[in-house]
């Protein structure tokens, strides 16, 4: 059985984790290209987003996935988002996504948020099963996007 994973938040972006998000981004979005070092780190030092990374502590510390988590007030409250969760294929199965998900919601609710909020693609059956199992319910509402 593979050892739990360690999650760090990422306050300082160096090679590695640009490499990381290198490797980790494809494998989230086909229409996106990763970040830049500069945005990476516009990233980590908001005081709005809150940049995990799940850790192998039998590899070394290799960055295995990832999850931002945008913590925000607005007038009825404190919001949270779940955004950009990514688990690295080779990874998967051994509880990554799950880890980084409980951090997130720790951190959520010790910012003030009531709720937290994320959306998936119903295509990533896999992450919707994780996000139901850990307490996730769907919701009657529908979403919108404008672009830009």
Do not use: C, K
Not at 25 to 42: D, F, G, I, K, T
Not at 108 to 135: C, F, H, K, M, W
């Amino acid at each position: 059985m593979a050892s739990p994973v360690e999650i760090h938040e990422v306050t300082e972006v160096d090679g590695e984790v640009v490499e990381a998000f290198e490797r980790l981004v494809p494998q989230l979005s086909r229409s996106n290209p990763p970040p830049s070092p500069e945005a990476l780190a516009a990233i980590a030092i908001s005081d709005a987003s809150i940049l995990l990374v799940a850790r192998d502590p039998d590899a070394g510390g290799r960055i295995l996935g990832s999850l931002t988590l945008v913590v925000f007030p607005i007038p009825t409250g404190i919001r949270a988002w779940i955004e950009d969760v990514v688990v690295d294929e080779a990874a998967r199965g051994r509880g990554v996504g799950e880890a980084l998900n409980r951090v997130a919601l720790d951190r959520a609710r010790a910012a003030g948020a009531r709720t937290v909020d994320l959306t998936s693609r119903p295509s990533r059956e896999a992450a919707n099963r994780l996000y139901q199992r850990i307490g996730f319910q769907p919701r009657q509402t529908n979403v919108y996007r404008f672009d830009l």
